[in-house]
């Protein structure tokens, strides 16, 4: 079975929008190993389309530059690019196609098949979708020590008939720069509890 892994830049109050305006300032070699890690063992790549266009609008020329990036650009290249859209797209970076059918179905298909993982990077509304489905094997925060106040956040105000989703700690790092890499799997759900079941640990006086 495949494994799908998600990475997104998120600030400390959720917010996971537009991150190229904020988050550079954080982004060392710590950061870029972190990033790589992620993609590591993936040889396809979730899009939702406007992370799609962003990464089509920038990675091909930096691949073309032949820059210090350019081996990430080459990389991103050769992977397969499935971009989720209702509506009908063409394409110029190369192996890429638009994912056909429902998402939860077809990604369950392609978790099935054989070959490497598969990745997401940014692209927030898939992540949600797949994370309610059950499909996500890891979810890596980066969480970068700034409050922005306002942006679309990963988890926002509950909708009717939504639920909970619980998550382990599968590990954590911090960063030099403060960042925390924090990266979660599915778990199952801890439970009923309340103030009675919690007072026991509780320390006798403030402090201890």
Same mark, same amino acid.
């Given at each position: 079975?495949?494994?799908?892994?998600?990475?997104?830049?998120?600030?400390?109050?959720?917010?996971?929008?537009?991150?190229?305006?904020?988050?550079?300032?954080?982004?060392?070699?710590?950061?870029?190993?972190?990033?790589?890690?992620?993609?590591?063992?993936?040889?396809?790549?979730?899009?939702?389309?406007?992370?799609?266009?962003?990464?089509?609008?920038?990675?091909?020329?930096?691949?073309?530059?032949?820059?210090?990036?350019?081996?990430?650009?080459?990389?991103?290249?050769?992977?397969?690019?499935?971009?989720?859209?209702?509506?009908?797209?063409?394409?110029?970076?190369?192996? %890429?196609?638009?994912?056909?059918?429902?998402? /939860?179905?077809?990604?369950?298909?392609?978790?099935? #098949?054989?070959? =490497? !993982?598969? $990745?997401?990077?940014?692209?927030?509304?898939?992540?949600?979708?797949?994370?309610?489905?059950?499909?996500?094997?890891?979810?890596?925060?980066?969480?970068?020590?700034?409050?922005?106040?306002?942006?679309?956040?990963?988890?926002?105000?509950?909708?009717?008939?939504?639920?909970?989703?619980?998550?382990?700690?599968? %590990?954590?790092?911090?960063?030099?720069?403060? /960042?925390?890499?924090?990266?979660?799997?599915?778990? #199952?759900?801890? =439970? !009923?509890? $309340?103030?009675?079941?919690?007072?026991?640990?509780?320390?006798?006086?403030?402090?201890?």
């Amino acid at each position: 079975m495949r494994k799908i892994t998600a990475g997104l830049f998120i600030s400390l109050d959720g917010v996971v929008e537009a991150p190229n305006e904020w988050h550079f300032p954080y982004y060392n070699d710590e950061m870029g190993a972190a990033v790589g890690a992620q993609l590591a063992g993936a040889d396809t790549i979730l899009f939702g389309r406007r992370t799609y266009d962003s990464f089509a609008g920038a990675w091909p020329e930096r691949e073309q530059a032949g820059g210090e990036d350019a081996g990430f650009a080459k990389a991103l290249g050769d992977m397969r690019k499935i971009v989720v859209s209702k509506q009908p797209l063409t394409f110029s970076w190369r192996n %890429s196609e638009q994912l056909e059918g429902d998402l /939860v179905a077809t990604v369950t298909a392609l978790k099935g #098949e054989p070959g =490497g !993982d598969i $990745g997401l990077s940014g692209s927030v509304s898939v992540v949600r979708q797949l994370l309610a489905a059950g499909l996500l094997d890891e979810l890596h925060l980066l969480v970068h020590p700034i409050a922005l106040g306002k942006g679309m956040r990963l988890f926002g105000e509950s909708g009717e008939g939504e639920k909970p989703i619980p998550l382990r700690l599968l %590990s954590s790092a911090a960063f030099s720069t403060g /960042v925390l890499n924090l990266v979660y799997g599915p778990a #199952e759900a801890p =439970g !009923d509890a $309340g103030y009675e079941d919690a007072k026991q640990h509780l320390a006798q006086k403030p402090g201890e």
